[in-house]
């Protein structure tokens, strides 16, 4: 017989390795009620809060051209995070600049990550920021998110001996009105 049962801890709950009696009471092939105690070790890990975003938000993103990937990583639980490493990655993206140690991440502080992008494809591009960690029980773990940037074709050049509105330089106020200062 197999018994399966769900359990529930308290939110407020410290991480560790905790002992759970159990007592088990039962019927015996010969219907003789039989008691038994047992232990059980429960294991309770809790999870960092993590907030992770664009900051600024990515505005315009073009194939072919760097963009800046401003990520902030907040711990917004209680406790502190004793975080090592955090990666910027993407599929459709080459991505510079994105890795970053942090060390202990204390409640309520961020991080910034500074990493750019050259996207290869339109569309959506996934941006994955894992934060690697070391759990209450020493473990190591990940916390990923996926954050998407959108991404368009990149704009059109201009054929070669023409120049963009305003004149050879590119100035829009180089033309041959006369400059009137009041």
Do not use: C
């Not at 019927?27 to 890990?45: A, E, K, P």
């Not at 990583?73 to 080459?94: C, F, H, T, W, Y």
């Not at 970053?100 to 339109?122: K, M, N």
């Amino acid at each position: 017989v197999d018994v399966v049962q769900q359990l529930v801890t308290d939110a407020a709950s410290d991480s560790g390795a905790f002992n759970l009696p159990v007592a088990l009471a039962y019927d015996d092939t010969r219907d003789q009620r039989r008691t038994d105690q047992q232990v059980m070790s429960l294991i309770v890990r809790r999870l960092p809060l993590l907030r992770v975003s664009f900051n600024p938000a990515v505005a315009d993103a073009f194939v072919g051209q760097p963009v800046q990937l401003n990520v902030d990583v907040v711990n917004i639980g209680r406790k502190l995070v004793n975080a090592n490493v955090v990666e910027v990655s993407s599929p459709q993206m080459d991505i510079q600049n994105g890795s970053l140690y942090v060390g202990a991440l204390d409640a309520g502080a961020s991080t910034p990550i500074q990493a750019q992008g050259i996207p290869s494809v339109t569309g959506p591009a996934e941006v994955v920021v894992t934060v690697n960690y070391i759990d209450e029980l020493n473990q190591p773990q990940r916390a990923v998110t996926t954050l998407i940037v959108a991404v368009q074709d990149a704009p059109p050049v201009p054929p070669s001996g023409e120049f963009p509105p305003g004149g050879e330089s590119g100035n829009p106020l180089q033309d041959d009105r006369p400059l009137v200062l009041r």
